[in-house]
T-cell receptor, first 114, second 111 residues
Framework: DARVTQTPRHKVTEMGQEVTMRCQPI?????VFWYRQTMMQGLELLAY????????DSGMPKDRFSAEMPDATLATLKIQPSEPRDSAVYFC????????????FGPGTRLLVL | QKEVEQNSGPLSVPEGAIASLNCTYS??????FFWYRQYSGKSPELIMS????GDKEDGRFTAQLNKASQYVSLLIRDSQPSDSATYLC???????????FGQGTTLQVKP
């Protein structure tokens, strides 16, 4: 049963610390998406990659967030420095070619910044 | 105006009834539409996709699409308590592969 995996599942950190979240997309999927979900804003797209190339990161605060895909099996999302307003659930999703818009979500990383 | 709009609910229906969930969108160029189910504390799960006007049925679920009216809906027949969840409508932004999600409608199915 192929699934998107994410680590860590939970993270509690203090303001100012660096946070790194990791995602392993489903094997064979060529598109990876990072989302953030909060009660107030719902599900927001932060960034996405196709064939490891970044296509759109317009949803991401550029000064503190960065997203990379060092290889086809790993995507990372970093926050440095973290702030309390970054507290949310961060989801990674992957999509298969050619219908990349059909996305399958990982279990999420629940981040709390104190 | 939000790009994808849903009534947040909660929508409450008795067990065995038909639940009707609605969604409107603003991008006339969108071609792909999806319904995701999200249980509390869990990740969104894809349950239906629809690309052409009309109805698409999958078990107890029927998705309906009307591109002229920019409207997509999800019907759940014979609703069960296990259907209680938040249902997210997602619309592909034209030719981008990006999905725009609505805020979701919370469905409560009462035994």
């Amino acid at each position: 049963d192929a699934r998107v995996t994410q680590t860590p599942r939970h993270k509690v950190t203090e303001m100012g610390q660096e946070v790194t979240m990791r995602c392993q997309p489903i094997l064979g999927h060529n598109t990876v998406f990072w989302y953030r979900q909060t009660m107030m804003q719902g599900l927001e797209l932060l960034a996405y990659f196709r064939n490891r190339a970044p296509l759109d990161d317009s949803g991401m605060p550029k000064d503190r967030f960065s997203a990379e895909m060092p290889d086809a099996t790993l995507a990372t999302l970093k926050i440095q420095p973290s702030e309390p307003r970054d507290s949310a659930v961060y989801f990674c999703a992957s999509g298969p070619p050619p219908t990349q818009e059909t996305q399958y979500f990982g279990p999420g990383t629940r981040l709390l910044v104190l | 105006q939000k790009e994808v709009e849903q009534n947040s609910g909660p929508l409450s229906v008795p067990e065995g009834a038909i639940a009707s969930l609605n969604c409107t969108y603003s991008d006339r160029g969108s071609q792909s539409f999806f319904w995701y189910r999200q249980y509390s504390g869990k990740s969104p799960e894809l349950i239906m996709s629809i690309y052409s006007n009309g109805d698409k049925e999958d078990g107890r679920f029927t998705a309906q699409l009307n591109k002229a009216s920019q409207y997509v809906s999800l019907l759940i027949r014979d609703s069960q308590p296990s259907d209680s969840a938040t249902y997210l409508c997602a619309v592909e932004a034209s030719n981008t592969g990006k999905l725009i999600f609505g805020q979701g409608t919370t469905l409560q199915v009462k035994p």
